[in-house]
């Protein structure tokens, strides 16, 4: 019963590889978001998306780009993976923007 | 821009001490304020929520009132127990916009 879920747990690949993550939600929120959390613990909000609506924080390379396929799902693409991508991706959805969120358990990306 | 600043961790208790987490914030208007909790391995989970000056916000024997004179809505705990050892993440969210957390607050509680 998993309310928002991300694949995979854990990705090791390689410097200049394109991976993908996917998530998941079951709420029937119309919001999702993509967040990156470093070795600090800091968390930077990447994108957030609903049916009308992409806003991506300036911040973030083009090399990353959200992918939804449906309303439950927002998935992160990421091309020619850097060193500086290693950290915790959290994806979270809310019913609105304005509405608390709720986060999944985060994908651990490792380049090496 | 709103921001939210937060007392650097690591917080280091022993079990039953009172435990405050001290946060302040800048917003334009009249924000939303929230507490997160990360547990080891885990993403954040809604801790408590305060949506207008005096509220009280309390969950799990948490508590954090929200003081627009001070700007500041600090989390405290009467007795805390090791299974609170997380990472607390205070924030805040003004109609329509996005959340903007804090740098977060490691806890660690001591048998």
């Known amino acids: 019963d998993t309310a928002v879920s991300q694949t995979p747990k854990y990705l090791v690949t390689q410097m200049g590889n394109d991976k993908s993550i996917k998530c998941e939600q079951n709420?029937?929120?119309?919001?999702m978001y993509w967040y990156k959390q470093d070795s600090k613990k800091f968390l930077k909000i990447m994108f957030s998306?609903?049916?009308?609506?992409?806003?991506i924080n300036e911040t973030v390379p083009n090399r990353f780009s959200p992918k939804s396929p449906d309303k439950a799902h927002l998935n992160l693409h990421i091309n020619s993976l850097e060193l500086g991508d290693s950290a915790v991706y959290f994806c979270?959805?809310?019913?609105?923007?304005?509405?608390?969120?709720?986060f999944g358990d985060g994908t651990r990306l490792s380049i090496l | 821009g709103n921001s939210v600043t937060q007392m650097e961790g690591p917080v280091t208790l022993s079990e039953e001490a009172f435990l405050t987490i001290n946060c302040t914030y800048t917003?334009?208007?009249?924000?939303?304020l929230f507490w997160y909790v990360q547990y080891p391995g885990e993403g954040l989970q809604l801790l408590l929520k305060?949506?207008?000056?005096?509220d009280k916000g309390s969950n799990k024997g948490f508590e954090a009132t929200y003081r627009k004179e001070t700007t500041s809505f600090h989390l405290e705990k009467g007795s805390v127990q090791v299974s609170d050892s997380a990472v607390y993440f205070c924030?805040?969210?003004?109609?329509?916009?996005?959340?903007?957390f804090g740098g977060g607050t490691r806890l660690m509680v001591k048998p």
């Open positions: 979270a959805s809310s019913q609105a923007r304005d509405q608390p969120q709720h």
């Open positions: 709420l029937g929120h119309d919001t």
């Open positions: 998306y609903n049916n009308k609506e992409l806003i």
């Open positions: 917003a334009t208007g009249y924000p939303s």
């Open positions: 305060a949506t207008k000056a005096d």
């Open positions: 924030a805040l969210q003004n109609a329509g916009n996005m959340l903007t």
